[in-house]
């Protein structure tokens, strides 16, 4: 995967910031490099038409990567600061996909679920299988990642499926987890940014 540049760094001084600002910024995160990997996905020659199927990709990676910063949090704040990291988080990114959504695919028609509550009932339903997997200090277990694997195969056309789990395993998972990670240091950490140093050439007197 191609890296993405991901500002994660906050301009302001070095005071903590609230569960729902670091969700925030988090959310666009996550959103990026979902998107970075379907682009990764369809420069490989993976059929990935925009439509139904694209948002269907997109969906299950942002599920999967939610439940990767679920397992993060859970080693880097206590259980009041995780639980409101995590709904703003599932709530924020809901609500940028389905900006997306209703942008390319229209609203759904009266009497259906909004794109919003479609993701969230996919995240709900998805929260206990993923729960059954391992998370550790080298990132999820390799039923994980193979879970989300198998769940891409059911998207994409036959001619693909004998190869996009292993793409989704070796390749695209690995970059993503590492965004993610630097990503989520990012905005936890406390360190103001260091200021740019002044461009141009000094005067002579």
Known sequence: MANIRIKSQWFNDGAAKTPKQTASAMAFITWRVAQNMLKQMRSASFDIEIGPQYFAFTH??????????DRMADER????LRGEFMTALVQ?????LQENEDGLMGVPPAGQASHYDQFIDLFNELADHYADFGFDAHGPDFAFVRYLGHRIETLMPQKDQRWVVDQIMASEVPDALEMIKRGMEGVLSTKPRPARA????????
């Open 60 to 69: 299950e990676v942002l599920v999967f990567l939610i439940q990767v910063l």
């Open 92 to 96: 924020r990114v809901a609500e940028v």
């Open 77 to 80: 704040m206590d259980g009041d």
């Open 198 to 205: 002044a461009r141009g050439v000094a005067s002579e007197d």
